[in-house]
Every structure is written in C-alpha cells, then in structure tokens.
C-alpha cells in the first residue's frame, strides 16, 4: 500500500497531512471525528474541526520545504509571481466552514521529501471533490482513504481545460 500523497501521509493508523516529527512543526491529522490541528511536541490538538462543519477544503503544497519559507514569500512578493508559489501559507489546508460560516486556514510542515507535481494535483482534486460531494467524513475512514491513496498515487493527471472533470471522474469511481 502506498504510504504517502505529496502532503498526506500515514502515520500509525491514522492520515497526517504535514510532518508531525519536524521539531516546532505542525500537523494535521485526520480523525473519525474530523481534522486535529497538532503541534510538535503539544500531546493535545490546538484545534478539532467535525467533518460535518466543512462546505468547502483546499489543500496547498510545495514540491519543496524551502518554498514555503517567510524567504520565498518576501521574494514572491518582490518578484510578483502567482501567490501559489510559495510563502508561508504555500503548505496550508484553507476553506468555508459552516456554524457559524467562516473562512479558516492552517499550516503544516513540509516533509523534508520532495512531492511531486502528480502527488500535489491529486491530494488537493481529493479533498476538494470529497467535500463538495458532501463526504467529508470519508477523509476520517482510514480503509477508505488508504484505497484512495493507493489509486491516485499512481494515476496520471490530465493538465488543462479537461482536468477538473477528469479528477471529478477519478476521484467518483473512489465510492463517495
């Protein structure tokens, strides 16, 4: 079984996005209940959020650590490239929550492996597709999620117009 999907990772028996050994990193780790937002070194979640809150989930990465430094986001800015290539928030988990609705965003450490472009694509077209199709919890179910992991680490994306209905198509025929 493939372990990891650029970010997300198993960890034990559970799926972490982020790098929960990295000393002073954080971590997101997916739960029955819903996403625990961890620190290194905190034994306690910093914050819980239930599947049942979530309308709307991005998951943003690097293929590097060191693009999602404060460095590379003061040279993003000077440079005044696309905000999605690096900076602090480059490695962050974001999106709409309903009751009450607000915007939220999180961090996570990068890994100190690389992440390819396919591995990227496909975790963030899995998380946005799981919770549009009203299936958030599915991302709790580790069976599920190792099964999903196993497919999409080996398929090819399709880059373009045709994209967001081919990872639609995938990511459908998972069983949400």
Known sequence: MTEHLGPLELVGDRWVI???KREGGS????TAGGMEHHKSGVPEPQLVIPWSRFMDMRVN????????????GVLQAVSGTSPQVGGRSACSVSGLLRHPYEYWSLNYTHHQRPYTQPHIFWVGHL???TVEAKAARRLGDPEWLGNAVAKLATARPVYGLSSNQRASEVIEALGL
């Open 18 to 20: 982020g790098d929960p």
């Open 27 to 30: 971590c997101l780790v997916l």
């Open 61 to 72: 990465a690097t293929t590097r650590a060191w693009l999602a430094t404060r460095t590379m």
């Open 127 to 129: 998380f946005r597709k």
